[in-house]
């Protein structure tokens, strides 16, 4: 596969249950990045990585944990989440922090 | 705090039209711009990136320029054809890359 890729693509998921979103680029990027995308709200940052290590949090709750266990793979764990949270939720890579981004087809999260 | 704003947030246009969609923003300190475009329900796709050393870039069909001292961008699409419908977002690193703000979008309609 080229590009990046997100799994899954549609999530229906209760406030009590545990589950995580994998993306994955195969672009040989060094940065990679979570968005939440709200209906009627801009696209909001969530996470940064640059060379596997966190260099942005964007005051995001704790509910949502990343992991970013090597240049190529980022996942969001999430527990215990709000039916505000329901979004779609994208990934995006660049060749450094603060370069052009490219972005997954995002995971659709609907929380009940 | 940055500010991105796009204006209009809709536009309709018939087929064959030349046409501008605004981007402005309130922090000139920009590192870059990117244009993006986001068919519903999709992830985003990378148009064009304008470093805030360069005044414009240029790709096909499509041109945007970047006027930092009045904190604007525009992105021209020569020729519009029905494909073009979409969500064009513009998005604005600052800070020498620490912060991505997104506009709302333009949601475009190239109509037969």
């Known amino acids: 596969e080229t590009g990046v890729t997100q799994t899954p693509r549609h999530l229906v998921m209760g406030m009590t249950n545990k589950k995580s979103l994998k993306c994955e680029q195969h672009l040989g990027h060094n940065a990679m990045y979570w968005y939440k995308q709200s209906a009627k709200k801009p696209l909001e940052l969530m996470f940064v990585y640059s060379l596997e290590e966190r260099v942005e949090n964007n005051s995001v709750p704790s509910r949502f944990s990343p992991e970013c266990p090597n240049s190529s793979h980022l996942f969001l764990h999430l527990h215990t989440l709000q039916p505000e949270d329901s979004a779609l939720y994208l990934c995006?890579?660049?060749?450094?922090?603060?370069?052009?981004?490219?972005f997954g087809p995002g995971t659709r999260l609907t929380v009940t | 705090k940055q500010e991105v704003t796009q204006i209009p947030a809709a536009l309709s246009v018939p087929e064959g039209e030349n046409l501008v969609l605004n981007c402005s923003f309130t922090?000139?300190?920009?590192?870059?711009l990117q244009w993006f475009r986001q068919d519903p329900g999709k992830g985003l796709t990378s148009l064009l990136l304008i470093q805030s050393s360069q005044r414009e870039q240029t790709s096909g069909r499509l041109n945007a320029s970047l006027d930092k001292s009045s904190g604007r961008s525009t992105l021209y699409i020569a020729a519009s054809q029905p494909g073009d419908s979409a969500t064009y977002l513009c998005?604005?690193?600052?800070?020498?890359?620490?912060?991505?703000?997104f506009g709302t979008g333009t949601q475009l309609k190239v109509e037969l």
């Open positions: 998005a604005a690193w600052t800070g020498g890359g620490n912060k991505l703000t």
């Open positions: 995006a890579s660049s060749q450094d922090w603060g370069g052009e981004q490219y």
């Open positions: 922090d000139s300190a920009i590192y870059n």
